[in-house]
């Protein structure tokens, strides 16, 4: 049990392109999901935090028109990267949580953006 | 002073040895405490939670919270090559749908 799964787990894209990263919960409603960036030999870097049919909230010095999340259902929140840039070429984690303090998370997303 | 201080190793054992990991922690508010596991290009497993003082063991693997010395430890007995990856340390204050505080993970290698 606990799987979550993203989709894509890796994507190139082109600079000033957007794209879009998603967290599903397979087997499990999620209350609150978690996007975490990581890079590497790096610890994982939380952006943010989205809770079914709410807002968002972002991390200090986490753009939140650059990464729009949505938290579309207990079981999907999806991470878009707008106008992306070689510098947000990274490993995005997301996780879920059921309301207690274990995080499920993903097996991540690596984007490289060219 | 970080939060949470975890030493990036790397640390290289042989097979079968006994491989102890250590986390501090400076906020005595931090209640529940979490080991996970981190192979290469993967997300993190949740290993092993813990709430109280005290060992918790799981097969082959140990966690062990001192909150008078605000220590954590993971250790890991018998240890195999598919033990290699990075070990994360992490707490959340408190109960309930909050922020994970990690370390910077230790890198270990078992050689075979």
């Known amino acids: 049990g606990a799987v979550v799964s993203q989709h894509p787990s890796r994507v190139i894209c082109k600079s000033g392109t957007s794209v879009k990263i998603e967290c599903r919960s397979l087997?499990?409603?999620?209350?609150?999901m978690f996007w975490y960036r990581q890079f590497p030999k790096q610890s994982l870097m939380l952006m943010a935090t989205?809770?079914?049919?709410?807002?968002?909230?972002?991390e200090q010095g986490v753009e939140k028109d650059k990464f729009l999340i949505n938290h579309a259902s207990l079981t999907l929140s999806t991470l878009t990267v707008t106008s992306a840039h070689p510098e947000d070429s990274s490993f995005y984690i997301c996780?879920?949580?059921?309301?207690?303090?274990?995080?499920?998370f993903g097996p991540g997303t690596r984007l490289t953006v060219t | 002073q970080k939060e949470v201080e975890q030493d990036p190793g790397p640390l290289s054992v042989p097979e079968g040895a006994i491989v102890s990991l250590n986390c501090t922690y400076s906020?005595?508010?931090?209640?529940?405490f979490m080991w996970y596991r981190q192979y290469s290009r993967k997300g993190p497993e949740l290993l092993m939670y813990t709430y109280s003082s005290g060992n918790k063991e799981d097969g082959r693997f140990t966690a062990q919270v001192d909150k008078s010395s605000k220590y954590i430890s993971l250790f890991i007995r018998d240890s195999q090559p598919s033990d290699s990856a990075t070990y994360l340390c992490a707490t959340v204050p408190q109960g309930g749908s909050e922020k994970l505080v990690f370390g910077k993970g230790t890198k270990l290698t078992v050689n075979p």
């Open positions: 087997d499990f409603q999620a209350t609150t």
């Open positions: 996780s879920a949580a059921t309301g207690g303090y274990e995080q499920y």
């Open positions: 906020n005595s508010a931090f209640q529940y």
């Open positions: 989205s809770n079914e049919g709410s807002k968002a909230t972002y």
